[in-house]
């Protein structure tokens, strides 16, 4: 997509519409600060709409038998195939993603995760008969929960909406997403696989907006569910809400995970796998391992290795081929991300590279390398959503366990050694939802989430689905 694109932007009932308002978002390319385009703004009115209709669709879709509805999400995962190519290059061009990390990503993962779920509930009977213990039998009845409300980012938009719109419209319930405002674009991809694939009308409808809309669809009485993925703060005030209102709710929040290098750790020939689990889409990754535990008999050795990785980092556009590090999303986020590195110099942290704007256009922040930080400095403690790594140094196997450990997030992490049972030892130590070794290959089949505060609740795996039905005994 080369061109600037205005679209109505909101697909509701299977049909495109402008919102009520006359209101808009912009969306501007982080590499370049061109303008992309805009869409409508909904408003509490399309709100409404988009809620009616996913509730008249919930009453056929949860009605058809899980075949039709594997063989139609099939055919979505088709019809987002044949744009694969056009949604990376959207993706990237709206939030800075480099394209390789794209196409792989937010091209590839919608299609698989659509597959997964469509093979798992084709085989699922939508009831079990069981003997009870006083004599009768009991049919238990695995029930859609109705009108899911889902709420995603930016960092990757198309993937962390499929990871719930997958698993939920395989059980039966029907869809209201409300993308994140920087990444409108990508949705509009969507609603046309939705369209080509013949879903039924108000089975996915698409409502993009700011934190106001994302409140008044948490808060809205015809929504059954929530899923969100997002900030920390941001999922707190969800909670409350849905708290009061007693609304099933999974939360997948951010993170300030570890990298535990053991002694004998090889980083320096695992060093494109080390990058993906550190510094993946320029830091705006949930699961990251920012926090780098490094043994202090080699400390400066691995600093200096860091050092050498963050230096040799290729910085360009995102849709570069060659680009290992982008932009942030936003002259905001870039704010943000300097603002933690002032703060990291403030505390006496060393930095070692980086953390300097490139002599270009574009909201780039380059990889940076703080040595000599504690664990209880802010640059550690808080999750800073950018390329920066801090290298803290611990004497034993208990004390990186401990480190690790002491910390308000658990969401990913990384442990490194040649020794795998060694290194699962420390990871079983872990308090964290996922956790890698020698790297971080997160997988669909498995389940997704974190502990204390990145969230509550699990994606992906068999196990999602269990997230979206209901359960109903019968008592025969
Ligand atoms: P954010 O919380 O500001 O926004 C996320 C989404 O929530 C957006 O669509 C936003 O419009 C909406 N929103 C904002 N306020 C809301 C409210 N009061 N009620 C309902 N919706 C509201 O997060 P962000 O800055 O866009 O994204 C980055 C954060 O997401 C990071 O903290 C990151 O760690 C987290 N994240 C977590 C995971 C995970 O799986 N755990 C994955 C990716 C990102």
Known sequence: MTTVVEHDGLFIDGSWTAGESAQRIE?????????????SAASSGDVDRAVAAARQAFLEWSARNSDERADLL????????????????????????????????????????????SGLVAAQPTFTRRSGLLGGQIDVLRKPMGVVG????WNFPQTLAMMKIAP??????TIVLKPSPETVL?????????AEAGLPPGVINIVPGDGAIGGYIVRHPGIDRIAFTGSTETGRTIAQEC???????????????????????????????FFKATLLNNGQTCFLGTRVLAPRTRYAEIVDVLAGLAQA?????????????????????????????????????????????????????????????????????????????????????????????????????????????????????IETGTIGINGYNLDPAAPFGGVKDSGIGREWGPEALDTYVELQSIYL
């Not at 990508?186 to 696989?193: K, M, R």
């Not at 209102?245 to 796998?273: C, F, H, Q, W, Y």
Request: hydrophobic share 40%; net charge negative; proline share 5%.
């Open 243 to 273: 708290g009061k209102l007693l609304r099933p709710v999974s939360l997948e929040l951010g993170g300030k995970s570890a990298t535990i290098l053991l002694d004998d750790a090889d980083i320096a020939n695992s060093m494109a796998d």
């Open 27 to 39: 969306v501007v390319n982080p590499s370049t600060e061109r303008r992309l385009g805009s869409v």
């Open 313 to 429: 980092a290729t910085i360009g556009d995102a849709v570069d081929e060659s680009t290992m590090i982008g932009p942030m999303v936003s002259p905001r986020q870039r704010q943000r991300v300097e603002g933690y590195i002032e703060k990291g110099k403030a505390e006496g942290a060393r930095l070692v590279v980086g953390g300097t704007r490139p002599d270009r256009e574009g909201w780039f922040v380059t990889p940076a390398i703080f040595a000599d930080v504690t664990n209880d400095k802010a640059i550690a403690r808080e999750e800073i959503f950018g390329p920066v790594l801090s290298v803290i140094s611990y004497d034993t196997e208990d004390e990186a366990v401990a480190i690790a450990n002491d910390s308000c997030y658990g969401l990913g992490g990384t442990v490194w050694s040649p020794d795998h049972d060694r290194a699962r030892g420390i990871a079983e130590r």
């Open 150 to 153: 889902v709420i995603v980012p």
């Open 168 to 173: 939920a419209l395989a059980t039966g319930n």
């Open 186 to 194: 990508d949705s509009i991809l969507l609603g046309e696989a939705i």
């Open 74 to 117: 099939n055919g979505l995962a088709d019809a987002l195939e044949r744009r694969g190519a056009e949604m990376a290059q959207t993706v990237s061009r709206q939030n800075g993603m480099p394209i390789a990390v794209s196409n792989g990503l937010e091209a590839g993962f919608p299609p698989l995760l659509l597959r997964y779920y």
